[in-house]
C-alpha cells in the first residue's frame, strides 16, 4: 500500500512569516493529494488539495505544489497568522483506494 | 449545509463493554469512511462504504470491530468487548464518491478504562 511520510513534525514561525510543510509519498499511482488542518478537539478540515495533472495550485496565502517525479508535494502558508496554528496533515490517494494520512505537522505561529 | 456530525462526542468505557459510534454524513454522500486517530498521529483508514456495501474492510483492526450502513446514509461503527488498545479518536468522512475529497466529522473520542 501507499506510504506518507510529512516533515516536519512541529514547525514554529514568526507571524508573518511562510511555513512549508513537505510530504513523500511511495505510490506513482497515487493521483490525488489534499490536505487538511486540524484544531484541538475537531475534526480535519479540508484547505486545499490538488491532483497529479496540475504542479501548483494557489488559495489566497495557501499554496501547493506536486512533484510526480522525485514523489513529493509540499504546502506553502504565507504571511502567517496566529488562526493558523494548528495541526496539519498531508494524505495521498488513488482512484479506488481510501487516503493514506501523513503523521501530521503541529504548526505554532507567534505573535 | 451541515457537515458531519458523530455521536457521541466522548464516550469512556469499561474494557469489556460493547460501544457504539454513529455517523451521519452529508446529504447526499455516498460514499462513507471510518478512521481511527491514535493521540498525535495522521488518521489511519478503517473501513468504507459506497451507499449501503462495504466495499472495504481491509483496516479493521479485529473482528470485535463491525461497522454498517443499512440504508445507505447513517453509519454505526461497533466496538465489542473493548480493550485499553481501542481507545482512540475515531473519525468519520463523506464524500461523493472514493478518492473525492472527503469532508469529516469532528470525531468520538473514546476513552476504555
Known amino acids: 500500500g501507499e506510504n506518507v511520510e510529512q516533515h516536519p513534525s512541529t514547525l514554529s514561525v514568526q507571524e508573518g512569516d511562510s511555513a512549508v510543510i513537505k510530504c513523500t509519498y511511495s505510490?506513482?499511482?497515487?493521483?490525488?493529494f489534499p490536505w487538511y488542518k486540524q484544531e484541538l478537539g475537531k475534526g480535519p478540515q479540508l484547505i486545499i488539495d490538488?491532483?497529479?495533472?496540475?504542479g501548483e495550485k494557489k488559495d489566497q496565502r495557501i499554496a501547493v505544489t506536486l512533484n510526480k517525479t522525485a514523489k513529493h508535494f509540499s504546502l506553502h502558508i504565507t504571511e502567517t497568522q496566529p488562526e493558523d496554528s494548528a495541526v496539519y496533515f498531508c494524505?495521498?490517494?488513488?482512484?479506488?483506494?481510501?487516503?493514506?494520512f501523513g503523521t501530521g505537522t503541529s504548526l505554532t505561529v507567534i505573535p | 449545509g451541515a457537515g458531519v456530525s458523530q455521536s457521541p462526542r466522548y464516550k469512556v468505557a469499561k474494557r469489556g463493554q460493547d460501544v457504539a459510534l454513529r455517523c451521519d454524513p452529508i446529504?447526499?454522500?455516498?460514499?462513507l469512511f471510518w478512521y481511527q486517530q491514535a493521540l498525535g498521529q495522521g488518521p489511519e483508514f478503517l473501513t468504507y462504504?459506497?451507499?449501503?456495501?462495504?466495499?472495504?474492510k481491509s483496516g479493521l483492526p479485529s473482528d470485535r470491530f463491525f461497522a454498517e450502513r443499512p440504508e445507505g446514509s447513517v453509519s454505526t461503527l461497533k466496538i465489542q468487548r473493548t480493550q485499553q488498545e481501542d481507545s482512540a479518536v475515531y473519525l468519520c468522512?463523506?464524500?461523493?464518491?472514493?478518492?473525492?475529497?472527503?469532508?469529516f466529522g469532528p470525531g468520538t473520542r473514546l476513552l476504555v478504562l
Open positions: 468522512a463523506s464524500s461523493w464518491g472514493l478518492a473525492e475529497t472527503q469532508y
Open positions: 505510490d506513482s499511482a497515487s493521483n490525488y
Open positions: 490538488i491532483r497529479s495533472n496540475v
Open positions: 494524505a495521498a490517494a488513488r482512484t479506488g483506494n481510501q487516503f493514506y
Open positions: 446529504s447526499g454522500h455516498v460514499s
Open positions: 462504504f459506497q451507499n449501503e456495501a462495504q466495499l472495504d
